[in-house]
Each structure stands twice: as structure tokens, then as C-alpha cells.
T-cell receptor, first 109, second 113 residues
Framework: GQNIDQPTEMTATEGAIVQINCTYQ??????LFWYQQHAGEAPTFLSYNVLDGLEEKGRFSSFLSRSKGYSYLLLKELQMKDSASYLC??????????WGAGTKLIIKP | IAGITQAPTSQILAAGRRMTLRCTQD?????MYWYRQDLGLGLRLIHY???????GKGEVPDGYSVSRANTDDFPLTLASAVPSQTSVYFC????????????FGEGSRLTVL
């Protein structure tokens, strides 16, 4: 079966750096997405990786290793507003998105 | 402001009743989707539409139906609601269909008693 694994919850300190991991086993691969979802709100797009390597976008970076079935989202200079759930999703060979359950990130002052 | 509008935002429904969740987008996106989100689970695709006039089944289509009469509207209907359909429902759209970024509505919280 297809599976996306990410930690359920993580805690970090304001101003610090946190890395949220995502491992996947899917039927084929056509890209990996990261979305941010604040409590009670809709998910919003953060990043898309289809080739191996690091994509940097401001304080957020996303890394992909297709051979290892692994990605991470790196958040730098954490702010309180970064408290949210971070959803990892992989597009399989049929171009269907398979979603992880999300990682709830708690930022402490 | 351009985006996706869902209605209602919240609804309590008796089991066995019929319910339609409305979704309208003004971005002229071809592809639209309905997802449900349940605690501890990833988003699960219910139905999708790649373009007006066509629809397809997702991962969990049973008990739900959709229509796509035009580009902007994509309603989701529960013909006879059951308690297991209690969930938060998100409508989404994308410009590029298969590989594009998804834009989500604010969600409809449905409770079936």
C-alpha cells in the first residue's frame, strides 16, 4: 500500500530551527508537496519538490531524496505564527495526491 | 478577493438527511476537488473534476456524489448522511490539474448525529 509517515507532533523554541521529516512509499513519484495548516483554517501551499536537492524559499526550505523516499521541511528563525500543522503529500504515478496525517508544530517562547 | 468559497461553514445534520455542500471558485481553474479531513488521518480525496462536465471518484467516494455543470461550481451531495460522514470537508482547485498547487476553501465542518 501507499504510505506517508511524518511525526505527529514537534515542539521548538521561538528563534530556533526545526526540521520536519517525511518518508514515503508510493506507487511511482511525480513530486512532493508541503502545505501549512493553521488550526481551524485551510491548508496553504509551501513548496514543491520533484528533483533531488534543497529548495530554499525565505525562512523555509524543503529537501528531497527520491532514492531514499525522504523529504524534510526546514524552518529557520521560528516565529510564533509558525505554530501550525505541516502536511506532506506525494503525487503518485496516477497523479493522485497521497497525504500524510500532518505534523503539529508547537512553538514556545 | 479571488479564491474558493464554501458553504455552509458549519452544519449539524440528522442521520438520513440529504445535504449539499457548496463550493464556488473565481480563479477559472479547470480542476476541482473535494477532500475530507479527519483527526489523525491525512486528507482523503472524495471526488474530483478535471474540467467542467467531467467528474471522477477518489479514495473514499461512497455515500457522496458531485456534479460539475460549469467551471466555477462543484457541489458535494450526501444523499443520506451517516455518522461516519462527520468530518471537515475541504474543496480545492488547481490551475494545472495533475501537478499544480492546490488552493483550498476554508472548509465545511459537518456533524451527523
Amino acid at each position: 500500500g501507499q504510505n506517508i509517515d511524518q511525526p505527529t507532533e514537534m515542539t521548538a523554541t521561538e528563534g530556533a530551527i526545526v526540521q520536519i521529516n517525511c518518508t514515503y512509499q508510493t506507487s511511482g513519484f511525480n513530486g512532493l508537496f508541503w502545505y501549512q495548516q493553521h488550526a481551524g483554517e485551510a491548508p496553504t501551499f509551501l513548496s514543491y519538490n520533484v528533483l533531488d536537492g534543497l529548495e530554499e524559499k525565505g525562512r523555509f526550505s524543503s529537501f528531497l531524496s527520491r532514492s531514499k523516499g525522504y523529504s524534510y521541511l526546514l524552518l529557520k528563525e521560528l516565529q510564533m505564527k509558525d505554530s501550525a500543522s505541516y502536511l506532506c503529500a506525494v503525487m503518485d504515478s496516477n497523479y493522485q495526491l497521497i497525504w500524510g496525517a500532518g505534523t503539529k508544530l508547537i512553538i514556545k517562547p | 478577493i479571488a479564491g474558493i468559497t464554501q458553504a455552509p461553514t458549519s452544519q449539524i445534520l440528522a442521520a438520513g438527511r440529504r445535504m449539499t455542500l457548496r463550493c464556488t471558485q473565481d480563479m477559472r481553474h479547470n480542476a476541482m476537488y473535494w477532500y475530507r479531513q479527519d483527526l489523525g488521518l491525512g486528507l482523503r480525496l472524495i471526488h474530483y473534476s478535471n474540467t467542467a462536465g467531467t467528474t471522477g471518484k477518489g479514495e473514499v467516494p461512497d455515500g457522496y456524489s458531485v456534479s460539475r455543470a460549469n467551471t466555477d461550481d462543484f457541489p458535494l451531495t450526501l444523499a443520506s448522511a451517516v455518522p461516519s460522514q462527520t468530518s471537515v470537508y475541504f474543496c480545492a482547485s488547481s490551475e494545472e490539474g495533475e501537478t499544480g498547487e492546490l488552493f483550498f476553501g476554508e472548509g465545511s465542518r459537518l456533524t451527523v448525529l
